[in-house]
């Protein structure tokens, strides 16, 4: 079982930069895809970005192209969220996962961390 553990979060004015870490332990992430998701209270966990095993392959949900970039260094086990540009609809609590595919769909992630909180102030 892999144990993840993200850090970055923090409180980010409008147009701001933050970058969101996720550190893996127990088991090697570097055959396996990871992903970003995130959650406001009372709505549903929401796909945000994915990358395959090699970091050659990624995939955002919409609202984020442009602005955030994943990416893996699987000699440290390690992806992260770079994110630019920042809004207040992008106030949330960001976990990441891993799956096996580039999924949006949260079912298909089998270990999660325990999230970081971005706020960004409107």
């Known amino acids: 079982q892999v144990q993840l553990l993200e850090s970055g979060g923090g409180l980010v004015q409008a147009g701001g930069s933050l970058r969101l870490s996720c550190a893996a332990s127990g088991r090697s992430i570097s055959s396996y895809t990871m992903g970003w998701f995130r959650q406001v209270p009372g709505k549903e966990r929401e796909f945000v970005a994915a990358?395959?095993?090699?970091?050659?392959?990624?995939r955002y949900t919409d609202s984020v192209k442009g602005r955030f970039t994943i990416f893996r260094d699987n000699a440290k086990n390690t992806v992260a969220l770079q994110m630019n540009s920042l809004k207040p609809e992008d106030t949330a609590v960001y976990y990441c996962?891993?799956?096996?595919?580039?999924?949006?769909?949260?079912?298909?992630?089998?270990?999660w961390g325990q999230g970081t909180q971005v706020t960004v102030p409107s």
């Open positions: 996962a891993v799956g096996r595919t580039t999924s949006s769909i949260a079912g298909m992630y089998e270990s």
């Open positions: 990358i395959n095993w090699s970091g050659g392959s990624s």
